[in-house]
């Protein structure tokens, strides 16, 4: 069984997502997203259960933004030939 709180939680700081755009991405209201977020509630409905696999999924393919990490832009004259 999925911990819906921690996995949730995870894939919103990967996707740098407040609540309110992870609930709009997966088409619930914000207040449905933070009581999933917090335990109070997990999805019921079969619909919302495909709707949060696949933002989880999303969250899986792009890898974990460390704090005070370079934001992945490259810099002038990295990686080019000189």
Known sequence: MIDYPRALARARRILG???HDAAEWIGVAEATFN???RGARIPTAGLQR????????AAERLPLKMEGADDGKQ???DGQAG
């Open 35 to 37: 009581r999933w977020e």
């Open 50 to 57: 495909r709707a949060v696999a696949r933002y989880l999924k």
């Open 75 to 77: 810099r002038a004259g």
């Open 17 to 19: 997502h407040t609540q």
